[in-house]
């Protein structure tokens, strides 16, 4: 499974590169990197359904993201390439790793009038939800969009090097 580490981390360093500094992860980096992946593992590794199920679980979460208009194409392609290299489950944890690194850097990117705005939204929710509050949204405007996004395949990429950290603990 060490193995299984480099294949991951050496295209998700360039990916982390690629997707700050120009917003793209290249096909020519992920797609011959997710072959490698169902090779090594047919050869070495978990074996074979392995890492088609990881492709396969992968698969589906990132084209639910893509789907969503959450992702991008590029960022879908990293999660399979990750799940076909070291399988499902520690992809998933990939994934939450990713996603508390790029709500951190989302919030931390925001203007406090958005996190203000942000906050009002949830109170309202909650009232409404929980609370079967009446009148709990009068007066409300929305939120603005977000001054800027978090580029996800950044946010994967340090996921795959903290997890590998973990995993080596």
Known sequence: MET????V?????????????????YNVITLPATVAG??????????????????????GIGITGF???????GD??????????????????VVLAGAVIALLCFIARQPI????????QLIRIWLTVFWKAKGAWKGFKG????????????CLAVGSWLLMLIHKI
């Open 113 to 120: 009038e958005s996190m203000q705005a942000i906050r009002d």
């Open 76 to 93: 879908a392609k990293m999660l399979i390439m990750v799940g076909a290299w070291v399988g499902w489950h520690t992809a998933l944890l």
């Open 38 to 59: 169902i090779l090594y593992n047919l050869i070495y590794g978990s074996g074979i359904i392995f890492s088609l199920l990881g492709f396969a679980v992968m698969f």
């Open 4 to 7: 299984a580490w480099v294949g």
């Open 9 to 25: 981390l050496i295209p998700a360093t360039i990916n982390f590169y690629t997707d700050l500094r120009w917003r793209k992860i």
């Open 143 to 154: 939120i603005d969009q977000a001054p800027g996004t978090v580029p996800f395949g950044a």
């Open 67 to 73: 789907a969503a208009n959450g992702w991008g194409g």
